[in-house]
């Protein structure tokens, strides 16, 4: 147990649990952004990880008629069987799987999936071999779980790039999670299908979990189509994560799933029936519309996508000094800031966005809450105009610096 301050005569004390871990970096910015809007600044803002598309329509048919229904109950803890079903029918036309009903469960977003996951397979001691740049929470739900990170360090000169070799090199008797996340967050690195089912294999053969998050797999933009759910073989060993948010641009409908095997969608449900129990009963609805629904809205999407992506890393490389690499999906760049570290008082990505946030007033996450110290993350969700106007400020910014 420890202690934090309190207005009042007792002291609040909190587990060691909660202590262990830092509110997600990505959402402090937002509250920062918000505050200066509140004073009625106008702040470009490419700090969250959300689509400026908007939800396609049959999908918030779905949730009126839902509503106009009264499909209004509790539903099974772990989703409807009609939305499970959606879930393995679309996993399996896209990626030519074959996952069983018993194989899923549906949850309140990816990221609960991701800790319900974590929370039923890492414990005290346990080593989670972690990319880095990792997405924000990673590191955070392993820590609450009682696990230690292995950081796999990877490098920038190749695009941030994770390959089975560098995996394995950190591999110990203690390893019992390899976290994925193909494309990432932050860095918009790919990974091969070669190298994730050579890691998918090794892990198989050495008795060690898989965690492919692959929320951003519709968003890849190398051409390839691939989800480690295809690795049939090696299935008893790891889990895909998956999410609506970004595919279907539904940060905020929250419905996100996990496929693996059946003995963790099991305990998955266990957990899920003691905390949050099912995802909203109106949000399956529209999750099912969306996965068994018109498709086109998705590659739309990621053609959308693909050229602010071109757009954004070709601004940020006509600015002297910054250093970019060019993201094959998610929605993301990760330049590299470092050469203005020491000029105008910034030692520190965070030095450099909170200047960039309060003196241009241009929202963007400081590297240091993926891993990295030299890089601020630009989400480009955002319309060209947007885009353009953000750069603009940027390209004066580290003008005047
Ligand atoms: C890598 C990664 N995984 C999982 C998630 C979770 O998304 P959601 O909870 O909205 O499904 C996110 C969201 O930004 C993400 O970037």
Not at 105 to 119: E, R
Not at 340 to 356: Q, V, Y
Not at 361 to 372: I, L, N, Q, R, S
């Amino acid at each position: 147990m420890s202690t934090a301050p309190s207005a009042g005569p007792h002291p609040v004390r909190l587990t060691e649990r909660i202590n262990r871990i830092e509110p997600s970096a990505t959402m402090a910015v937002v509250v920062e952004a918000d505050k200066l809007r509140q004073q009625g600044i106008d702040v470009v803002d490419f700090g969250g990880g959300d689509p400026h598309f908007f939800t396609p329509q049959h999908v918030k048919d779905a949730a009126i008629a839902a509503i106009q229904t009264n499909f209004s109950k509790y539903t099974a803890v772990g989703g409807t069987t009609e939305l499970k079903d959606a879930i393995v029918h679309r996993h399996a036309v896209d990626f030519d799987s074959d996952y069983r009903r018993e194989q899923v469960c549906a949850s309140v977003g990816g990221k609960h999936a991701l800790f319900n996951v974590i929370s039923v397979l890492v414990d005290h001691g346990d080593e989670v071999i972690l990319p880095v740049p990792y997405w924000v929470s990673f590191k955070d739900m392993v820590r609450y779980a009682g696990g230690t990170c292995v950081l796999l360090q990877t490098d920038e000169s190749q695009d941030f790039r994770v390959t089975a070799e560098m995996v394995a090199r950190l591999i110990t008797p203690k390893t019992k999670l390899i976290i994925l996340n193909s494309p990432s967050n932050p860095s918009g690195a790919v990974m091969s299908p070669a190298d994730i089912t050579e890691v998918v294999r090794l892990a198989h053969q050495r008795g060690i979990w898989v965690i492919s998050d692959e929320c951003y797999v519709y968003l890849d933009y190398t051409g390839q189509h691939f989800s480690a759910g295809t690795l049939r073989e090696y299935r008893d060993r790891f889990l895909v994560i998956g999410s609506l948010s970004k595919t279907y641009a539904m940060t905020g409908w929250r419905l996100g799933f996990t496929l693996g095997p059946a003995a963790v969608m099991t305990a998955v449900q266990k957990l899920q029936s003691q905390s949050t129990s099912n995802p909203t009963s109106i949000v399956q609805k529209a999750a099912v519309a969306a996965l068994r629904g018109p498709q086109q809205c998705v590659e739309g999407m990621r053609l959308g996508y693909m050229k602010l992506r071109d757009h954004v890393v070709g601004g940020l490389r006509s600015i002297p000094g910054v250093k970019c690499t060019m993201p094959e999906g998610a929605f993301y760049v990760y330049p590299n800031v470092s050469s203005f570290f020491g000029r105008s008082g910034i030692n520190s990505a965070s030095d450099l966005a909170g200047k960039l946030l309060r003196e241009f007033h241009v929202a963007t996450v400081p590297g240091e809450g993926f891993g990295t110290r030299e890089h601020i993350r630009i989400s480009y969700a955002t319309p060209m105009a947007e885009l353009d106007r953000g750069l603009e400020r940027m390209r004066k910014f580290f003008a005047a610096l």
